[in-house]
Nanobody, 120 residues
Framework: QVHLVESGGGLVQSGGSLRLSCTASVPIVSFNTMGWYRQAPGKQRELVAT???????NYADSVKGRFTISRDNVKNTIYLQMNSLKPEDTAVYYC??????????????WGQGTQVTVSS
């Protein structure tokens, strides 16, 4: 069992920045992917950014050049640095962990979510 605890959400003006953190209850040395998804009201959950344990990253087109995913293995924590925020970035952001042995989302672990609200 993997527990994920997110923090760092809040209210920010358009053009501002926030940094989200997600701390895992297990070492984040070996995993399939870890990353961030978001869900806006009335919309489906969507990928924001993910990374593999080898360090490869993947970003949604809508956030490329503005968001950066990173990790600190010592703290078992991943981060999402969000710059140049837009009102359309408003959503609940969820941390995701996919175990190394899993090739599908049925084994995924999720955090409780943190609200990000960007005012215009």
């Amino acid at each position: 069992q993997v527990h994920l605890v997110e923090s760092g959400g809040g209210l920010v003006q358009s053009g501002g920045s926030l940094r989200l953190s997600c701390t895992a209850s297990v070492p984040i040395v070996s995993f399939n992917t870890m990353g961030w998804y978001r869900q806006a009201p009335g919309k489906q959950r969507e990928l924001v950014a993910t990374m593999t344990s080898g360090g490869s990253t993947n970003y949604a087109d809508s956030v490329k050049g503005r968001f950066t995913i990173s990790r600190d293995n010592v703290k078992n924590t991943i981060y999402l640095q969000m710059n140049s925020l837009k009102p359309e970035d408003t959503a609940v952001y969820y941390c995701n962990y996919r175990p190394w042995y899993s090739g599908s989302n049925r084994d995924d672990y999720w955090g409780q979510g943190t609200q990000v609200t960007v005012s215009s």
